[in-house]
């Protein structure tokens, strides 16, 4: 936190602040009121006094701001504009006029228009790049530019800016078209825009005041000199102030705790001024006498060195302690800054005036020009200066070009000393001004002059050679310093970028003096490059592990930079032929004299018959090292140099080319690259150097795949072709890279080692090795898109790489542009990859095309790893397969090699690698497995291949071209016939011989004899081929077509199969191992078919064959069809005892009770050796840990709960369902909440208990094991690991929250598995219940009822009087034996369920016995239904289809019936709620509390769930609903029809209300897909009515007539009210066909109604209800024109209506139910993240990520301290979004973050994750953070899918899955902070 250096200024004549302050008092000017203060500065002025005065005005003025009236305060705001700048504007422009003033009148007498926009992007806006149309990345369009111009229609690319740019609308160098936008366009008679000139007056006045303003901030903010003398303060003032400065060294939890016990404030207070600190760069943070100060300012820096001990750079943060008045002095200074920066951008003419004034004055005589001033004390400046000095910049200098020129001029002057300050600075790039090279760099004419005319590039790279190197005593050479290499030499990469910018244009017009400056500027890189080779270098270790790791990764990182460098200079120097010869000649000196400086050794080795001198330098025992910059440039250097001659037949450059590069000899110039590559074979494949750590691991690993390989082993690779090319002899070449393996590989081919036993692992390294060799050289002479092709083309080494990693699968866009490595433009990317791949709209993925497979296609593509060539390779024989052709991968034909470097293709006839090939399948096929691998047989058939091909190729040349010159190969004849007699003593088979056995024999290579085939059938073409061109050479043809196979019996060919009995018997063993895997898994494959049989035998039973049966069912079908209520029920059979299996032990239980385990129970023991899921294996070993923790005896106490199966379930509070956001109808908080009365549940739902479960079923004593185990893991971990690892766990166990070991679902609670035959004995149900069938009985019990709920009677008065209730005790007092058992085990169960449902379902704290538990218990089957239906109806699936749903709510509500049997008091509480709601409905009939305000589904549930209570004395006479035939035939129907006529009362008042309001729905009105009524009975209401006609509409009028309505005339229509009733009912009567049926266990639902569960009259038909609307609403019409039970229900409905409207106090609430929808988002990403950005509420500032409210759309502040709170009981911090979530959902929350284009889930739990934004780009992929930049579309498929889990509330499974995943990858975040 540097931002202030106050340094002593060297000019002993300057004059000091304090002077500044005392001299102005000897003026007699005064300085009060603005108009008198005006007057003085034109006084002043007159006078030439102006600086003095002004110096005073500004000192004055600062002392007017005190704490409690400080400057950044409103007040303060005030006061200075009133004070300094209405005067100075006066002064300015006279007549009292201001600057907006002067301004609107000189645009309008000079038709004043900018064709710049410059706009100064801020922190985190939105910026617009064209792909098509820019002439690089950094050309950037603002939003408002963006959309007014062509661009919008153009491929665009989309960003966040991290502050700092400008908007390059209007330049025209940054468009290569449409430079304009409609805003800025230029106007025929203003071209330039800014031509007119400013009265002569106003011009010098602002030139003047402007010069006044920069000597005030040079001298205040830049160097002024901190020592400032107390006594000489205005007023005698000796108030003193701790100023602390920001750095980007130390961390906010650092500084906060720092402040905390320094100032001794909260964290609030701390937190605040940490936050200003990192926003403007410092903060006052405490003011004092000096002695105060002091110990304030010791106290803090030590806290902060404390805290920060762990550091690298432990430097002290910046803290000062100065005068205030100098604080204020400053802050003033700085405002007239902002004025300065305002005032420059009203007018262009002012910008110019600004730009002469800074190139034309010095700040002191005989000092530099003010600008040079100012850049090289950029660093003294804290943040928020900077920021507004560089804005000042870029509105002014980079604005005008001529300017811009100039200024790049100076910059560039004084770069070397700005990079200096930069890398010594502790703040970001983007606030130095450094980062200003964008700006003029990338300027394409700017460029080019800075290079040529300022030496930029020279310049730039001496900058940063200087950083990192010495130079020698004579200049000619450069030493590479790891002591540089500090920290701070990260920010010296920035000049990487710097020279990037400067070559990304292309240069032209050589001349002499061109060349000289680029080479001079190359000659240094290459200097840079020659220090940097054999850094790090490294040496096998063979005794021991290192002990620390070397420090690799500053080199590393500085070679990676520079790679993109590379690039360009490269395609710089080849742009002209004789520099590019220079540099090549530069290059190779460069390592010839370095290859002076150091001795080679040679030693003589023999080979294969061929003796060569190899240079003595083994990989495994000498140092290496993988940086080799200097060589690898010059083989790229090379290989353009091959893409010239490609283009060119001139033997002069192609000699001159051979005379630059001729210096070094061939094998010392590919030692070191031929070094690393056996390097990595040794690391990678033969684990040679394990004890040398992770270091160099990860340098390999870097050096190999995507982020160095296009510049290293790329490079590497094509030094080896040079080399190859280079060479005299091809057997020589070789025997130097087997001899750099490894040193005994020669000796490993001798006839002798094949008698000797060798280690194992050492043999396994040997083959290892030869394995890499053989691959090298395929790569070798397979790798022709670089220095080898005779046929440069531009794009088909990018288009190579497109098409193999298309091959390893299809491919996503993003997947691809991340593996490619060999171009960084995205658009050069698409433009190939259309040309290689088709792209699927369906899957979002890319193909391979066929024809470019065939074209481009290399099986051993060196970019790839072993693992990817093995993917291309088996997806191939896959395709290959299913096309019914041979199942190989034969090598494709390569592009021809240019003549001049065809000597590369003598490696196919070399006698060594013939040697090599011969000895390698010979011992294959007779040896032991310490001889044979299976790439060893593979590439050794392949590189055959290879040469057969490439011999046929050059036939076919050689046919079409007679006269052809070049080698001729005879790699054929030579491999085939080769039998060693040339080499050893003894005579062995052939070649041919060899593929031939293993073809017949060796079932190891089964998979390669396909290839071996096509290179025997390749052999007899090529001979066949042969003989055709030379017809005289008959006995060739016939020799080759009848090869001798047989054996040979000489001493040294007769090897015997010595092996061939054990590999036999390891076959026959493998065959048994496989025989026995494959029983295993069909045993287990049978014991799972068993068990899913049992579980789901019930469903089976009932399934009906779709073939036997028609789909269509008639009305007769109908009627035998299930009922479920009313006199025509049908009888329910007792549904079979499932059998269920624990996820944890793996027994099949029976789901029973108590004794009754032991005896009724059968266990099935798991087959142990059957395979299991990883993650059965690894929950079954959780739990079977020993816990001793349980019982310190080491085994626990049978318990007979454990043996009780539970289902795993989440419960969770939600408000999805809340009709209103008024909190009059909310859910309380506090202590509100614990009185809280849940009865009646109201119309708006201010809250639900939603009870949702994965299924997974497990043993009680298994779940409570798994359960500590987790306490036990957590509670081993300690201090900060467990800390860290509790924030990145998905669930939170303090809350008791686990993960399903199954499958991970989040659970907080577990559902007693109850079934049903335990619940009543069917065949004990009393006959006297049948009794009861009229409709008078029906009424004459609810009048009993009514009396009873009325008068208070009690039980035993109530039975002695009625006659019906001796009808119903039959069932009332049977008896269940089965369950007196289960009582006893499992009351404790049921009652930890119940009272789970009701502290998660209400959120309150635990209360034994509480009277609320059974209404949340009612409420939870009530949520749950209504979710379930919802989330079935969005999704459009079947409501009764979904067992596993229905399976769960049927366990829920055994468990709800079940409660009252377990104990005396809930059936007490359930009585007691039972008889308010019976009160509420009979009796109380006021305006403000009836049924309209009432939810009637929820009112009937808990109704239907308790009814059955209400004659019970004690839980054993409570009977159960499945099981009451009376229950179901009158009192459940009569209930219904009751709510349904209620319900259809209210849904008839909306209507009647909405159309009064004109409120009503236009999806509701007149549409014949949502009715049943015919158009033609819809449209014939003036012709005679049907009598339902007449019901349903006279019903209707009588209602609006009672709820004193006035409707429009014609307003209401037959259709119209069916429609409405039929949306309305159907959903309404879905909930309740879903909670009969799984109150009464229905069983399976009829199959019509499963496909058609919208259809109403299906609905009635399976509730055995009224089908006909007519018969249903009967009960309505009698209601309303005669007094029946139902009158003074419908009655008060009306007059409740009737009271809320005269009060306007209704509560809106909406038919049918719909829960909270999330806002609409617009279709196109840029409408979403252009919209204006909101202020913070808390600080007034822009916020930094703002996050959208999915569900009320208010802008939320997420993730800055700025809006965090801390709560004072549980000193828990929460951030905005938290907090927000607490008050708009009151349960889980997803927020919108436009500038990430990414959603934010938060759950009730204090978690939280990031999910992908339902917007797309054209290939349909999300993008995270926008990294990719695409245009983003809305996507419907994925934004259901959000709506979907919003609807199901699965926001907490959804975080905990995305945590799951997180903390594999360790990523911790405080998601309470957000």
């Not at 090549?584 to 150091?598: C, G, H, P, T, Y």
């Not at 006279?1594 to 409707?1607: A, I």
Request: charged residues 25%; proline residues 4%.
């Amino acid at each position: 936190m540097q931002n202030l250096s106050m340094q002593k200024s060297v000019d002993s004549s300057e004059e000091s602040i304090s002077d500044r302050v005392v001299n102005s008092d000897n003026d007699n000017l005064s300085v009060v009121g603005f108009e008198l203060t005006s007057r003085n500065l034109e006084k002043s002025f007159q006078s030439g006094k102006l600086r003095e005065f002004f110096n005073q005005l500004c000192v004055s003025v600062s002392t007017k701001f005190t704490k409690e009236v400080p400057l950044e305060s409103p007040e303060g705001e005030e006061v200075f504009s009133e004070s300094l700048i209405v005067p100075i504007e006066q002064f300015v422009f006279g007549n009292c006029k201001t600057l907006d003033d002067f301004a609107a009148e000189f645009e309008k007498t000079n038709k004043q228009k900018p064709i710049k926009c410059g706009r100064i992007f801020s922190n985190g806006e939105p910026h617009y790049s064209c792909r098509e149309c820019s002439v690089d990345p950094t050309c950037v369009l603002c939003a408002q530019c963006f959309q007014a111009s062509e661009h919008q229609t153009h491929k665009y690319r989309i960003g966040t800016s991290s502050g700092g740019g400008c908007c390059d609308c209007g330049d025209e160098e940054a468009w290569k078209t449409h430079p304009y936008c409609s805003h800025h366009q230029p106007t025929e008679d203003c071209p330039d825009g800014e031509t007119s000139l400013l009265p002569d007056e106003v011009h010098v006045r602002v030139k003047t005041m402007l010069r006044l303003i920069v000597d005030q901030f040079i001298f205040y903010l830049s160097i002024y000199t901190d020592k400032f003398d107390p006594s000489h303060a205005p007023n005698g003032s000796d108030e003193q102030c701790v100023v602390l400065y920001n750095d980007e060294l130390h961390t906010f939890e650092q500084v906060i705790e720092s402040l905390k016990r320094a100032l001794l404030c909260d964290s609030t207070r701390a937190k605040a001024v940490a936050t200003a600190v990192d926003k403007e760069g410092r903060h006052l943070v405490f003011r004092g006498r000096v002695s105060e100060c002091e110990k304030v300012r010791t106290k803090i820096d030590d806290g902060i060195k404390k805290a920060s001990a762990t550091l690298s750079r432990k430097k002290p943060i910046h803290i000062l302690v100065m005068m205030e008045t100098l604080f204020n002095m400053q802050n003033v200074v700085q405002k007239l800054l902002q004025w300065m920066v305002k005032i420059t951008s009203k007018l262009g003419q002012f910008r110019r005036i600004f730009c002469d004034l800074l190139l034309s004055e010095n700040y002191k005589p005989g000092q530099t020009i003010i600008l040079e001033t100012t850049l090289l004390n950029d660093t003294r400046l804290w943040k928020s200066v900077r920021s507004d000095w560089h804005g000042m910049l870029i509105k002014t200098f980079l604005i005008d070009s001529d300017h811009k020129k100039q200024f790049a001029i100076y910059f560039v002057t004084h770069y070397n000393r700005i990079m200096k300050d930069y890398a010594n600075d502790e703040h970001h790039h983007n606030t130095s001004v450094s980062a200003l090279t964008v700006q003029i760099f990338t300027v394409p004419s700017i460029a080019k002059y800075l290079i040529f005319h300022a030496d930029a590039l020279y310049i730039v790279l001496d900058t940063l050679v200087s950083s990192c190197t010495t130079e020698s005593s004579n200049g000619s050479s450069l030493t590479f310093e790891m002591k540089k290499l500090k920290s701070n030499f990260y920010n010296y990469h920035y000049c990487t970028y710097h020279i990037t910018y400067l070559l990304h244009n292309q240069l032209d017009g050589w001349d002499d003096e061109k060349r000289r400056t680029l080479f001079r500027a190359f000659l240094l890189y290459a200097k840079l490059l020659a220090s940097m080779e054999n850094q790090v270098s490294v040496k096998r270790e063979l005794k021991h592990h290192i002990e620390v790791e070397p420090e690799w990764e500053p080199v590393m990182r500085l070679e990676l930079n520079l790679s993109s460098v590379h690039s360009q200079m490269l395609d710089i120097v080849s742009s002209d032929d004789q520099l590019l010869i220079e540099c090549i000649l530069v290059a190779s000196n460069i390592l010839e004299r370095q290859s002076r400086k150091n001795s080679v050794e040679t030693d003589k080795k023999k080979f294969g018959g061929v003796q060569t001198k190899c240079i003595a330098n083994p990989v495994e025992t000498n140092p290496v090292s993988v940086h080799l910059q200097l060589h690898r440039i010059l083989a790229a250097l090379v290989g353009r140099a091959c893409h010239v001659l490609s283009a060119r037949n001139e033997d002069d450059w192609y000699g001159n080319l051979r005379i630059a590069f001729c210096h070094i000899p061939y094998d010392q110039l590919m030692e070191p690259c031929l070094r690393v590559i056996v390097l990595a074979a040794q690391v990678i494949h033969a684990n040679m150097w394990k004890r040398n750590g992770f270091s160099l691991v990860n340098q390999i690993h870097l050096y190999n795949r995507i982020s160095g390989r296009v510049h290293m082993y790329n490079q590497d690779i094509a030094m080896l072709q040079i080399c190859a090319c280079k060479t005299p002899s091809m057997d020589e070449f070789l025997i130097h890279l087997l001899n750099k393996f490894h040193l005994k590989l020669l000796d490993w081919f001798e006839p002798r080692q094949e008698q000797h036993v060798s280690l194992e692992d050492l043999s396994k390294t040997y083959l290892a090795l030869i394995e890499e060799f053989l691959y090298l050289v395929i790569v070798l002479l397979s790798e022709r898109h670089t220095v080898l092709t005779e046929k440069f083309e531009k794009d088909a080494d990018l288009q190579s790489e497109l098409l193999h990693i298309l091959l390893m699968g299809v491919h996503s866009h993003s997947e691809i542009v991340k593996k490619v490595t060999l171009r960084d433009e995205v658009a050069e990317i698409d433009e190939n990859l259309h040309l290689v791949a088709d792209f699927d709209p369906k899957s979002k993925k890319f193909k391979a095309k066929k024809e470019v497979k065939e074209r481009l296609f290399n099986p051993m593509c060196y970019h790839l790893s072993r693992s990817e060539l093995s993917t291309i390779e088996a997806n191939i024989l896959t395709e290959r397969k299913e096309n019914n052709l041979p199942e190989y991968v034969e090598p494709s034909i390569l592009p021809s090699i240019r003549p001049e470097l065809r000597t590369i293709l003598s490696m196919f006839d070399s006698d060594v690698l013939i040697f090599i090939l011969h000895t390698l399948l010979r011992r294959a096929l007779y040896m032991s497995d310490r001889f044979y691998s299976e790439n060893i047989v593979h590439f050794s058939v392949y590189i055959i291949a290879m040469g057969i091909n490439e011999e046929m190729q050059q036939l076919n040349q050689k046919k079409r071209v007679p006269n052809d010159a070049s080698p001729e190969l005879n790699f054929t004849h030579k491999c085939f016939n080769f039998t060693g007699g040339n080499v050893h003593t003894e005579k062995y088979n052939s070649v041919a011989f060899y593929l031939k056995e293993l073809l017949k024999t060796d079932s190891r290579v089964d998979c390669y004899k396909p290839l071996i085939r096509f290179v025997l059938d390749q052999q007899k073409k090529v001979a066949l081929k042969r003989a055709e061109l030379q017809p005289d050479n008959q006995s060739g043809l016939h020799e080759s077509l009848t090869m001798d196979c047989e054996p040979v019996t000489s001493n040294g060919g007769s090897i015997q199969r010595n092996a061939e009995g054990s590999t036999e018997r390891n076959r026959k063993r493998q065959r048994e191992l496989a025989k026995r895997t494959r029983e295993l898994a069909m045993e287990a494959m049978r014991s799972a078919q068993s068990a899913f049989t049992s579980k789901h035998s019930y469903e089976l039973d009932h399934i009906v064959s779709a073939d036997v049966k028609d789909t269509a069912v008639d009305s007769m079908s109908l009627q035998a069809s299930t009922v479920l209520l009313g006199a025509e029920c049908t009888k329910l059979s007792a549904p079979k005892t499932n059998t269920e299996l624990c996820l944890v032990c793996k027994s099949d239980r029976l789901i029973l009770f108590g004794s009754q385990l032991d005896s009724t129970t059968s266990t099935t023991p798991v087959d142990r050796d059957s395979p299991r899921d990883v993650a059965e294996a690894s929950v079954t070993a959780m739990v079977s840990e020993p816990d001793t923790s349980m019982d310190t005896s080491g085994s626990e106490p049978y318990d007979p709960i454990d043996e009780l199966m539970v289902q795993i379930a989440f419960i969770q509070r939600t408000t999805l369902w809340s009709q209103s956001k008024d909190s009059a109808h909310q859910l309380p908080t506090g202590d509100e909440l614990d009185n809280y009365d849940p009865i009646p549940p109201m119309a708006t739902l201010p809250w639900g208990s939603l009870v949702t479960s994965c299924g997974h079923n497990l043993h009680y004593g298994c779940w409570q094991k798994y359960f500590k185990n987790l306490v036990k893991d957590e509670q081993s971990r300690m201090g900060i690991r467990r800390l860290t690892m509790s924030k990145s766990l998905g669930y939170n166990l303090e809350k008791g929250e686990f993960l399903c070991p199954m499958c991970g679902a989040i659970a907080n609670a577990t559902i007693p598995l109850i079934q049903p035959e335990i619940l009543e004995p069917y065949s004990k149900i009393s006959p006297k219940i049948n009794d009861l069938k009229t409709a008078d009985d029906v009424q004459s019990y609810f009048d009993m009822l009514h009396e009873f709920s009325n008068f208070g009677c009690t039980r035993s008065d109530v039975m002695s009087s009625p006659t019906v209730f001796e009808n119903m005790t039959g069932i009332e007092k049977g008896s269940n034996e089965r369950f007196e058992q289960l009582a006893d085990n499992v009351e404790r169960l049921l009652k930890h369920f119940a009272e789970s449902v009701y502290i998660k379902g209400l959120e309150v704290n635990p209360v034994e016995n509480n009277p609320r538990i059974p209404v949340v218990v009612w409420n939870s089957v009530a949520t749950t239904i209504l979710a379930q239906e919802y989330s079935c109806r969005f999704s459009q699936k079947s409501l009764f289809a979904q067992s596993m749903r229905e399976e769960n709510l049927e366990y829920l509500c055994r468990n709800l019936m079940l409660m009252p049997k377990l104990s005396a008091q809930y059936l007490n509480f359930s009585k007691k709620h039972l008889l308010t709601l019976f009160r509420k409905i009979f009796l109380d009939f006021s305006p403000s509390a009836f049924l309209y305000e009432y939810d009637l589904f929820y009112y009937m549930v808990y109704m239907v769930s308790s009814l059955h209570l209400l004659h019970a004395s004690d839980p054993s006479q409570v009977s159960v609903p499945a099981a009451n035939m009376f229950m179901r035939r009158s009192v459940y129907k009569f209930i219904l029809v009751h709510f349904v006529n209620l319900h259809v009362t209210q849904v008839l008042l909306k209507m009647a209300q909405d159309i009064a309001a004109n409120e009503e729905q236009p999806m509701l009105i007149d549409d014949p897909k949502q009715s049943n009524v015919d158009d033609s009975t819809a449209n014939s209401e003036d012709s005679k009515k049907s009598t339902a006609e007449m019901t349903i509409l006279d019903v209707f009028n009588l209602l609006v007539e009672r709820c004193g309505l006035k409707l429009p005339p014609k307003s209401v229509t037959l259709s119209r009210v069916l429609s409405r009733l039929e949306v309305c009912l159907v959903p309404w009567l879905r909930c309740a066909a879903l909670f009969f049926k799984s109150m009464l266990m229905a069983g399976p639902t009829p199959t019509k109604l499963e496909n058609d569960d919208n259809n109403l009259e299906l609905l009635c038909q399976y509730l055995g209800i009224p089908h006909n609307l007519e018969d249903l609403i009967k009960p309505l019409e009698k209601s309303l024109l005669n007094a029946t039970s139902l009158t003074p229900y419908v009655l008060g409905m009306c007059d409740s209506m009737r009271c809320d409207l005269a009060l306007n106090s209704h509560v809106n609430v909406s038919y049918p139910l719909e829960p909270i929808q999330l806002i609409e988002l617009p279709h196109d990403y840029v409408q979403l993240i252009n919209q204006p950005i909101k202020l913070c509420p808390s600080t007034g500032n822009t916020m930094r990520c703002p996050a959208i409210c999915m569900v009320c759309r208010e802008v939320i502040c997420s993730g800055s301290l700025c809006c965090q709170i801390e709560e004072p009981e549980t000193n828990q911090v929460k951030g905005a979004c938290m907090q927000h979530v607490e008050k708009c959902t009151r349960a889980s929350g997803l927020f919108l973050r436009p500038l990430e284009c990414r959603i934010m889930f938060i759950s009730a739990g204090g978690k939280g994750c990031f999910y992908g934004a339902p917007y797309v780009d054209e290939y349909g992929e999300t993008d995270s953070s926008l990294k990719r930049g695409n245009p983003l579309f809305l996507n419907e498929e994925m934004l259901n899918n959000l709506k979907r889990i919003w609807y199901s509330q699965s926001i907490a499974e959804t975080v905990s899955r995305q945590l799951s995943k997180a903390n594999a990858r360790l990523q911790v975040f405080d998601w309470n902070e957000m």
